[in-house]
C-alpha cells in the first residue's frame, strides 16, 4: 500500500506544471553555478598547478554547487510538500482517505515516498553535472559521494518537515510560508553560535541543519551527522501519523 500511495504521488507531482517548473528552473540555475565555478577553476589551474595539497575540481566546482544546491531547494521544496494533505483537507477528501482500510503509518509513508523520490530524481540531474566532468577531467569520488549523501539527507529531512507542517492545516499556501520558515530558522541556526557561550553554541551548531552538511560537504562521514538527519527525518514522520491519528479519532 506504501508503494501505491508512493506512486500516486509521484504520479500526480510529473502530472503538475508546477513540478515541471521547478525541475526547469533549479535546473538553469545550478547549471548558472556550475559553469561560473568551472570557470573559475580554468582561470585558477596555472596557479594550482604548482602548489602541493591545492585544492582540484572537486573542491573548486563540485562541492559549492552541491551548497548551493541545498539553498536553492529549500527554496522550492515547500512547493512540493505543501499539498501533501493540506489539499485533501481542504478539498473535502481527507475524510475518504483516513477511512480507508489503510493505517495513518502507510499513508504518511508512502505519501512522504512520492515526494522523496521526486527530489531524488532532481538529485539525479544535479549530479549528472559533476559527472560530465570525467569527460576532460577527474573527480575525487570519497569527496562527490559524501557531499551527494549530504545532499540526499537534506532534501529527505525538507519532505519530513514540510510534510508534517502541510498535516497541520487546509491551506497550501500556509503549508508552505511555515515550511520555508522552518528551514529557514533550522538552516541558518547557528549563525546565532559565535556571541553565544560554548555550551548553547555547541546546541545550537547540532540542530542546525547546515552544520551537519557541511561536514559531508568537506568528506568528512560522520555517523553523528547521518544520525541526525535520520533522527530529524522520523521524529517529523512520526508527528505526522500522530496528527493524521487525530483527525481519524475526530471523524
Known sequence: MILTIAARELRS???SPLAWSILAVSQLILAYV?????ELYLQWQPRLAGIDGAPGLTEIVVTPLFRTAAVVLLLVAPLLTMRLVSEERRAGTLPLLLSAP?????IVLGKYAGVTAFLTCLLGLIALMPL???VGGTLDFGLFAAGLLGLFLVLASFAAAGLFLSTLTDQPTVAAVSTFGLLLFLWILDWASGTRTQD????????SLLTHYDALLKGVFDTQDVAYYLLFITTFLVLSIRRLDADRLQE
Open 13 to 15: 507531482l510529473f502530472l
Open 34 to 38: 556550475f559553469l561560473i565555478q568551472l
Open 200 to 207: 548553547t553554541s555547541e546546541v545550537l551548531g547540532y540542530l
Open 102 to 106: 489503510v493505517s495513518m503509518t502507510e
Open 132 to 134: 560530465s566532468l570525467l
